[in-house]
């Protein structure tokens, strides 16, 4: 019996491994997708009118947002200039954590990826699945959290979530100082924790297709056994 739960434990193991993999390539692939993604700015610069409202050009928009997200990739430069505006030393102090952290999330969607590959043909190799159906229902919940506060309560989920993520007030900008904070509304900011969500979504969605395949796939067909046609005449006979 202890020698049958030795053989079954790595097998747990593995499916809880493969689960929190999962859930953090999710996670992290579709952030640094969507917010590498220059041109869904450029579609809410027009949608938004920040030009207008931020009494910028739209190049200038364009050109320091663009500034922006380049600082924030691994490879992107170490410090951060807005060619065409001013930034306090706060503002540099909280654009240098936020790097640190988009860093650390693109490094975890590749470490991730690679995990997830040899993981997936583990599990398959081992015949164990059950780590899709928990890793789908685990996303399904923070989609739905997220979602919630986005739709209920999207100021106190944006601050909550800068509290958790800094331990400063420094991401609380004066339009003055920063005026960087002028052509990212807070739109900007739902706009992409929105489709990070629709991202994931999508995601389980394929995640999901693929589950049910392979479930079908592994059951067999449940048919009635077809009664000898002349045994049974026999046995009317017989009577």
């Known amino acids: ?69 380049d600082y924030n990739m691994f490879w992107g430069p170490k410090v951060l200039d807005f060619p065409d505006l001013a930034m306090s030393m706060r503002g540099a102090i909280h654009f240098k954590e936020v790097k640190e952290i988009f860093v650390i ?61 800094f331990n400063n007030d420094y991401w609380i900008f004066s339009p003055a100082a920063d005026p960087v904070i002028n052509i990212l509304p807070d739109a900007v900011f739902l706009t992409d924790a929105a489709l990070i969500l629709a991202l994931m979504a999508l995601g389980l969605i394929a995640a999901g297709i693929v589950y049910a395949a392979r479930t079908g796939k592994g059951r067999k067909p449940h048919t009635r056994p077809v009664k000898n046609a002349a045994s049974s005449k026999e046995r009317s006979g017989k009577k």
Not at 10 to 27: G, K, Q, R, S
Not at 36 to 42: D, F, Q, S, V
Not at 116 to 124: H, T
Request: charged letters at 15%; hydrophobic letters at 55%; aromatic letters at 12%.
């Open 105 to 165: 999330m693109q490094y975890a969607a590749m470490g991730s990826l690679v995990l997830l590959v040899p993981g997936i043909l583990l599990a398959n190799k081992k015949k164990t699945y059950w780590w899709r159906k928990a890793a789908i229902i685990a996303a399904l919940v923070i989609i739905a959290v997220v979602g919630a506060g986005l739709v209920f309560d999207w100021e106190g989920t944006f601050t909550l979530m800068h509290k958790l993520l």
């Open 1 to 69: 019996m202890s020698a049958l739960k030795y053989k079954k434990k790595p097998y747990v193991v593995l499916n809880v491994a493969l689960t929190i993999v999962f859930l953090i390539f999710l996670v992290t692939a579709s952030t640094f997708f969507v917010l590498a993604m220059k041109p869904i700015y450029t579609l809410l610069v027009d949608l938004l009118k920040i030009p207008e409202t931020s009494g910028y050009s739209r190049e200038v928009c364009l050109r320091n947002y663009s500034a922006l997200i």
